[in-house]
């Protein structure tokens, strides 16, 4: 059974889709691959001791040298594995999982990691629109730990939002050129792969945040002329689990 590590609790209703970013994008995977899991939430002062009690390693170093500890990670004790970073996440689900459905088809590893840092380029447009519906809707705790370890999240007027999406729809709506005339949903065709599922993961915290029925979650899907939306639409259809 894979035991997989979210920053969390929150207020929301609706948790199944993940509070953080990364871990959303391995929540869709395993779905999509109809894999069992057992969702866990953390706060930020349990990362590390957690990830080192069940054996996942550092994702990278702080600027002293330190090693630094992230989520997601998991355990998965069929295999008596534990795996951390999304990226070597994916994979190992590919190669412990054989019968599945691979997310990274053979030869596609270096390419989709540079569409993946291109997306996440595009992204950071959505940060101040995020950051502060995220920190409001965390516990009293993980909002004074949010608050201590990255700082105030700013709250935006209704005219600064407005920018700020109409930044971020213009950053998306470059996938436009990459997909041109290509008529099949996903990057390689009808099933999706790693990048799809990165894409549809971080377009999805507006829906998270905001809500299905709300005005910048239906701004979202129409980014790229409709592609964005059709994807992450997509991606949530295929989910078994």
């Known amino acids: 059974m894979i035991t997989l590590y979210d920053l969390g609790p929150s207020l929301l209703e609706d948790q199944t889709l993940g509070l953080s970013t990364p871990c959303r994008k391995i929540i869709l995977i395993l779905r999509y691959k109809d894999i069992p899991y057992d969702h866990r939430f953390i706060s930020l002062s349990e990362i590390e001791s957690t990830a080192k009690s069940v054996g996942a390693p550092p994702t990278t170093t702080r600027e002293d040298g330190a090693e630094k500890y992230t989520v997601p990670f998991l355990y998965d004790s069929t295999h008596g594995r534990a795996v951390s970073d999304s990226y070597l996440i994916a994979q190992y689900l590919d190669e412990a999982y054989p019968d599945t459905p691979k997310v990274f088809p053979k030869g596609t590893k270096a390419l989709q990691s540079l569409a993946v840092d291109a997306l996440e380029a595009k992204s950071t447009s959505l940060i101040p629109v995020i950051r502060p519906k995220m920190y409001r809707q965390m516990t009293p705790k993980m909002f004074e730990e949010l608050n201590k370890q990255y700082g105030p999240a700013p709250e935006?007027?209704?005219?600064?939002?407005?920018?700020?999406?109409?930044?971020?729809?213009?950053?998306?709506?470059?996938?436009?050129?990459?997909?041109?005339?290509?008529?099949?949903?996903?990057?390689?065709?009808?099933?999706?792969?790693?990048?799809?599922?990165?894409?549809?993961?971080?377009?999805l915290t507006l829906r998270v945040y905001y809500g299905s029925q709300s005005k910048e979650w239906g701004e979202a899907k129409n980014w790229a002329a409709g592609r964005i939306g059709n994807i992450c639409e997509g991606i949530l259809a295929l989910m078994r689990v």
């Open 156 to 203: 935006l007027s209704t005219e600064e939002l407005t920018a700020q999406l109409a930044k971020a729809k213009t950053m998306f709506d470059e996938l436009k050129k990459s997909f041109g005339n290509q008529e099949e949903l996903y990057v390689m065709g009808d099933r999706p792969i790693y990048v799809d599922f990165s894409l549809a993961s971080l377009v």
